[in-house]
């Protein structure tokens, strides 16, 4: 090698990186590295170093050992995208995750390059949690996961699935891990309790007696065994017989569509080591799988000491039936090599599961305790009134500060519980007693209810307790706040729910809402306005004014409401005349009513300053001038605000007010202001639209971007409270429709406002034309 | 305009009804009390056909009226027409039921305008009248009138509630759907298909209405799971019969037919 050549090649990478950075052998190393590439690819990799070394030194050394085949098969643009790639892992998954991408290329980017780009789990993850929640009957969260696994409220996925290189197969593959983890906890992977424990012990008769006191029945389970990891692999097995059965039964379909999968796992399955336990029975599940014949315990020590079929009515025999494969197994080869299980049975996470299943109670006990709190505090407000009036009726003694600590909350009676148990059913409390007053508990509380008696066996006393102490501490006003965020609230404020995604439910009360007037500003905005845009204005106004309603009767009809009497004269005078008479002798009120009813809510956020700003005023006006030759009814908000407590909506112009010169200035004044809660203005003018008696609701929503405010508003929990809040004014009746400014449509889009909902803008100039251009097409 | 006589809205051959509790015992005290019926439940959960078998049971005529919003009262009461040279009198089905002592039945009572619907109020309770404005005359209901109105408490607006005054005059029922072994009977019956097929549609249907609240309006119901039923006995592939009488039937939403679609491939291969 050219020592010149050399000495370029050495200041080059010491530009990248500074030689102090680097120990003697770490720099002799890379500069080997180097000098033993041809010269276009040292410029490469020296390129992509400058790219790497600032991100992590540690990254830029792995990279350093694993870059030579990459550089020996990949051409320029496919090694920039593969740096990219490694980039992208160590930033999302740190640099274990980063290593192994680069040191499986051909897995990871040969076969993405060729087309196979596999699927990613953001992708489906909407379709495969709603799937989920239809076949499981209850919501769960989806997770990334190197393993698939579950903790009982999650399930964990792979990120991505590259196994097939079509994605309807690799969907099967999410569709089928999924599934399976749902029947991990249908058939109770995770036993957290046994009735009968002490027979259970008895019966299995061990000495060793490890992890007695542990609060997690596997744990003292499988301490009575020498090799307790043997034993729960064993037992492990057994559930994964026992899930893949039991989907075989409730998911024929699914389970005849995996074959393909089954026998591609087949072929991966390393038979080989015929020596090693669990890959003969491994194998046998598979082959039946791939097949789809209905399971049958492998031969061998499973089929020989395994009930299969009295698992379900008791549940401690697949506990004996580990333990009795446990003995012949132990007996024949004391600690045998062990072979891999197929990687849909996923990771047995005992202690994860345990902690979720600890921190979901304590979640549900708190949710419980907030609802039942806000449900009862009406009641207890009055109790605490009555009570107050009574005291100063006896005597003028000053009032106990707290009167409503002497009541209490409590369970129906026994006797009232058993009428209201429904046979064959969960456990649900449905009522409860304050004092002698009996109380309803609404949906949410019952199902809140039931996963507390499901977990608990029974509802704790303290719950309740909790409830009530919170709700006699509260003062009963309409816009309470239980946990101040910053913001004062506003009086007079309307409070809205807002929902949250992850517990697949509402937080109650959370945001407060206040309607604020807008101080028309003057100006020349408005004339300047409808000077430029004078021509659309007027075309708009022709076009509308044929839209209007026609109230009108129609004559000589059939059949209608009253009796034409024109045409009735005529009749009987034709038939005096002896001519047959007319037999279309009615009147009948025409209903071609336009009953409509608008509402358009304008984003205020802070983003809209400027050019969008100005489009979306100019936009509001010309729209306001050709309703007016239009008739419908129609209000304009503005709406804006920062963190939960402080949403605003201000108004323009109400529904029954007449577009004025107040208005315009109004329009005019309309300004950028703070962040973009969607959630609550919508939920407010759904409500107020809901109301109003019009055949035709429409609720118009101007936005430039996605919802997001100050606090924790922001990301897939902003996008999912705005879809649900637009559901729910669907469900109310009313027609919601998005129009968005952006530069480009953004994924989220239709998922947000619905495929056929909304209108996407790209350059704001159009506005004033498209706007009402829409809104004839939505309307006739 | 004609209208049927009296006697062709008599039910003469059993309809099937399999009952869900003490539904029918109740609504023949009603009528025995001469008390209105509300039946209240979600779509195909077998309030019409609940009314035919009651009519067919206490063999009166049964005038079933689907309410829209363009129905008025002349719709319900009756109109003149005029029949070579003559005004005639046509009955509207309320009329033709009170004047014969037939079962009126108002379905989706909720849809009709609310000034249409006042006209029951003097039927409803015990003067059991109804003026007929156009005639100047007051017809009294006979003792073997019986009116019935149905509803769907589930998606309507808060502009179409019922008012308290009018559903305070009423007994209501309840019928949702009913329980998962006697909806399997019913289907199995409807459609003419096997017990097992039965009792995965309506594992379907299940899955489907737990999807009520992440964005689906309403689950399949009765009725939908008894057409998906009748298209696999008829020789249609089970995946498709239920893509094109439930999935798509349930939902425009992409994602939330495509999940549908994904619980139906998992039940049937």
Known sequence: MDSAVDNTITRQLY????????????????????TELSQPQQGLLLQQLSVIW??????????????????????????????????????????????????????????TLKGQSGLLLTDVKTRLSLYLRGVAGRPFELEKATLPGTDTATI??????????????????????????????????????????????????????????????????????????????????????????FLQKRLPGLMADSQTY????????????????????????????GKNLPLELPPGPFRQNCNSSSWRSSPSQIFLDTARVYEEVYRETSGPCIAPAPFFQGSFQVEEAHVRRLARRKEVEQQFIEALSIRILPSIAKKKE??????????????????????????????????????????VVRHIRLDDEKIGLDIKLQELSREIMDDLGNMPQLYLDSAEKMAAGSSYEPNMITEEQGGAPLNGASLYDEWDFRRQGFRHNWCHLLEKEIQPSGGTFISTALNEHRGVIKQLKRQFEQMRSHHRFIGRQRDGDDIDLDALTEALADQQAGLPPSERLFIRQLRDQRDIAALFLVDMSSSTEGWVGKAIKESLLVMAEAM??????????????????????????????????????????????????????????????????????????????????YDDYKGEYAIEDTRHALIEAKIKGIHPFCITIDHEAQDYISHLFGEVNYLFIDDVKKLPRRMPDMYRILTT | MHGKRIEEHFIDKEPYY???????????????HKIPLLLKGPTGSGKSRFMQYLAWKLKRPLVTVSCHDDLSTSDLVGRYLIRGGETVWMDGPLTLAVRHGGICYLDEIVEARKDTTVVIHPLADDRRELPIEKKGEILTATDQFMLALSYNPGYQSVVKDLKPSTRQRFIALE???????????????????????????????????????????????????????????SGIAPRQACKVTISETLSDDHELVAAIDEMISSLYT
């Open chain 1, 628 to 709: 007016e030759s239009l008739g419908d009814r129609y209000a304009i908000y503005g709406f804006s605000g920062m963190r939960r407590t402080r949403s605003e909506v201000f108004r323009v112009k109400k529904m029954e007010e007449p577009y004025n010169d107040t208005v315009q200035g109004r329009i005019a004044a309309l300004g950028p202001k703070d962040y973009t809660r969607m959630g609550p203005p919508i939920r407010h003018f759904s409500n107020i639209l809901s109301e109003m008696e019009a055949r035709v609701r429409l609720l118009i929503i101007l936005t430039d971007g996605k919802p997001e405010d």
């Open chain 1, 156 to 245: 964990f996925l792979p990120q991505d699935i590259s196994i097939f290189s079509e994605n309807d197969e690799n969907f099967l593959v999410y569709k089928f891990l999924a599934s399976l983890q749902w029947a991990f906890i249908r058939v109770d992977l995770y036993c957290h309790e046994m009735d009968d424990e002490d027979a259970l012990f008895k019966a299995l008769d061990r000495s060793a007696v490890k992890n007695r006191h542990s609060e997690i029945f596997l744990h003292r389970f499988s301490g009575t065994f020498t090799q307790p990891q043997l034993a729960m692999t064993i037992y492990h097995f057994l559930q994964t017989f026992r899930a893949l059965s």
């Open chain 2, 175 to 233: 019928l949702a759907y009913p329980g998962p072994d006697i909806e399997a009977e019913i289907v199995q019956h409807e459609a003419k298909i096997s017990r097992e097929e039965a009792e995965k549609l309506v594992r379907l249907a299940e899955m489907t209405r737990s999807l009520e609240d992440a964005g689906l309006q309403e689950g399949a119901s009765t009725r939908l799971l008894i057409h998906a039923g009748t298209l696999i006995n």
């Open chain 2, 18 to 32: 399999r009952e869900q509790g003490q539904e029918l015992t109740i609504a023949l005290a009603a009528y025995e």
């Open chain 1, 54 to 111: 600032p991100v992590s030194h540690s990254l830029c050394l792995a990279f350093l050992d694993a870059v030579r085949p990459a550089l020996a098969c990949l051409d320029e643009k496919q090694f920039a995208e593969w740096v990219r790639g490694i980039l992208g892992r160590y930033e999302a998954h740190g640099l274990q995750e980063a290593r192994r991408f680069m040191a499986d290329l051909d897995s990871h980017f040969i076969c």
């Open chain 1, 386 to 427: 009555e009570h107050g009036d009574q005291q100063s009726a006896q005597a003028d003694q000053p009032q106990q500060p707290d009167s409503g600590a002497n009541l209490t909350l409590r369970l129906p009676s026994q006797q009232d519980e058993e009428k209201e148990k429904e046979p064959g059913h969960d456990q």
């Open chain 1, 262 to 289: 089954f026998q591609r796992v087949v072929e991966d399955f390393p038979v080989k080591k015929e020596n090693s336990f669990l890959a003969a029975e491994y194998s046998f599940l598979l082959e039946q799988l």
């Open chain 1, 15 to 34: 530009e990248i990186i500074p030689k102090k950075e680097l120990n003697s052998w770490e720099s002799e190393e890379l500069l080997e590295c180097l």
